[in-house]
């Protein structure tokens, strides 16, 4: 039997799409169903690896944990990861085929369409509900003839269509209106209800331009979903501006820790488990802002590596960097910013960049080399002897890189990685200095271990002069188990401000 589907497409970008849809899943999750989420294509920098090395947007990957599962690629067949402003690889069934210019990529689509048929059928005949993402606007009229991921993908899931619009952005009515207008008949006729999103006031005042909207569009408003701060659900490829919690003054009592926004940052969620810490405040710095006085620097993952570092050094980081160094400020690399602590790194075959090599910062002995194999698994690891703290706890995370670091000299590194995939290993990663000052490693998802997260938060606590806690990890629930409590916050919040009952007639099932 084949599953009941219903799609999620939006007004425009960075409407609340990914959201909407993890909470319907949560929601339906909670009901009793067996649902699962799609995207035939995303396009964004945060990625996940997958327990069989393939690689996906984390976006679906929260809407995957949201309805209890496993990610799998089929649930993002496609992603699409940019490297430059007319540039990217591309990812098929978590799998790189290659660097694309826009234009050779627009060719080359009509190729993809079978292997979105193929994994979202897949899906389709081992669920009850399935969840459609859509991408970005249908409206894109300039893109509608290769369109594989909006009105095409719910053509070929033969499935119903709600519409999300971002009233914090202003002109919602008119959002919605033009979106539906640039829509064909049959289009319109798919789509079955309208979703406001991220509404801030009085919804008395609010529901006189509802009234005329549903009779204008001859559609009904589903729901209006309030603006939220207080429930913590990952962003799928931009920081949310909000989440900067302190300027560039130290906030008195806690941690402080900055975090470069690098031109094309990747994985930035690597950060979200420090976020939620109490005694620790974390900001980004886009290029251009100035640092304040971090206890820790963190210079993330990035998907240009090289042209990533020549911009961090001509907006003058690299002395900035050194010098916070000598006032008491670690550093850290992760990933692509783990390769920029080096001494050089090379791209002989233009993997990420134009460039062939570029001289990296200086603050580890080490030299990277990009090759076009990407090395993606979920890995366990743990510390070797360090600074920081002694805990030999096993650690779990994930790589994603091309790069191959070589350290030279008395660098030793930081951690012992014992399996990737499913096979047994014995790997050394990373690096770090005898003070602990400076550190590094390819191993993303690190701090989601309470055990490594704790202890190293409790590290920069001591040489802070702060009180440290007594019992690490002591009855402490796991990230993950953060992280669901967040989905049911979130499908409690969705529920209350959703008609789901017209939804499930929209869906065609009974509400269990």
């Given at each position: 039997m084949m599953a009941k589907t219903i799609m999620i497409q939006g007004t425009g970008s960075s409407v609340g799409k990914s959201v909407i849809v993890a909470a319907l899943c949560r929601i339906f999750y909670q009901d009793?169903?067996?649902?699962?989420?799609?995207?035939?294509?995303?396009?964004?920098?945060?990625?996940?690896?997958?327990?069989?090395?393939?690689?996906?947007?984390?976006?679906?990957?929260?809407?995957?944990?949201?309805?209890?599962?496993?990610?799998?690629?089929?649930?993002?067949?496609?992603?699409?990861?940019?490297?430059?402003?007319?540039?990217?690889?591309?990812?098929?069934?978590?799998?790189?085929?290659?660097?694309?210019?826009a234009q050779e990529y627009r060719n080359y689509k009509s190729k993809l369409i079978s292997v979105v048929k193929d994994s979202f059928l897949k899906l389709a005949g081992n669920y009850e509900v399935?969840?459609?993402?859509?991408?970005?606007?249908?409206?894109?009229?300039?893109l509608r003839e290769d369109d594989i991921v909006n009105m095409r993908m719910a053509q070929i899931a033969d499935c119903p269509v709600l519409l999300v619009g971002d009233i914090d952005k202003g002109g919602v009515f008119a959002w919605i209106v033009g979106t539906l207008e640039f829509l064909t008949k049959e289009e319109r006729e798919r789509v079955k209800g309208v979703i406001i999103n991220k509404f801030r006031g009085d919804k008395e005042i609010l529901q006189p331009g509802l009234d005329y909207l549903e009779k204008k569009i001859e559609k009904p408003v589903l729901g209006v979903i309030p603006y939220f701060r207080d429930i913590r659900i990952e962003e799928e490829d931009s920081v949310n501006s909000e989440k900067n919690k302190y300027d560039t003054q130290t906030a008195p009592g806690k941690i402080n820790i900055e975090v470069l926004y690098l031109p094309h940052i990747s994985n930035f969620t690597d950060f979200d488990p420090l976020e939620r810490e109490k005694d620790v405040s974390l900001r980004y710095v886009k290029m251009g802002e100035r640092l304040g006085e971090p206890d820790l620097l963190i210079i993330p993952g990035s998907k240009n590596t090289l042209d990533d570092l020549y911009c961090l050094k001509k907006f003058g980081y690299q002395k900035e960097i050194s010098n916070r160094l000598k006032k008491g400020t670690v550093i850290a690399g992760i990933c692509g910013g783990y390769q920029m602590l080096g001494r050089e790194i090379y791209d002989p075959e233009h993997t990420e960049s134009s460039r062939e090599k570029i001289k990296g910062l200086g603050l580890i002995n080490g030299v990277t080399t990009l090759r076009p194999k990407k090395i993606t698994f979920q890995i366990k690891a743990h510390l070797l002897s360090n600074p920081f703290f002694d805990n030999r706890d096993e650690l779990s995370g994930y790589e994603i890189h091309t790069g191959e670091t070589v350290l030279s000299g008395d660098e030793k590194p930081l951690f012992k990685i014992n399996k990737r995939g499913f096979t047994q290993t014995d790997i050394n990663d990373g690096v770090v200095s005898k003070e602990g000052m400076v550190w590094g490693t390819y191993i993303h998802g690190i701090f989601d271990n309470?055990?490594?997260?704790?202890?190293?938060?409790?590290?920069?606590?001591?040489?802070?002069?702060?009180?440290?806690?007594?019992?690490?990890?002591?009855?402490?629930?796991?990230?993950?188990?953060?992280?669901?409590?967040?989905?049911?916050?979130?499908?409690?919040?969705?529920?209350?401000?959703?008609?789901m009952d017209k939804i499930y007639h929209i869906l065609g099932i009974e509400k269990r």
């Open positions: 009793g169903f067996r649902v699962a989420p799609f995207k035939a294509q995303n396009m964004a920098l945060n990625s996940f690896i997958t327990k069989d090395g393939g690689e996906m947007g984390r976006a679906q990957v929260v809407q995957a944990e949201a309805c209890g599962l496993e990610p799998t690629v089929d649930m993002n067949p496609i992603l699409i990861k940019p490297t430059s402003e007319v540039g990217s690889q591309i990812i098929v069934r978590g799998k790189p085929i290659g660097n694309m210019q399935i969840v459609i993402e859509g991408a970005g606007s249908p409206a894109e009229i300039n309470n055990s490594f997260r704790e202890s190293f938060i409790n590290f920069l606590k001591s040489k802070k002069g702060l009180a440290i806690s007594s019992c690490v990890n002591q009855n402490r629930i796991s990230y993950q188990e953060q992280k669901d409590r967040e989905y049911d916050k979130l499908a409690c919040l969705v529920r209350d401000n959703l008609d």
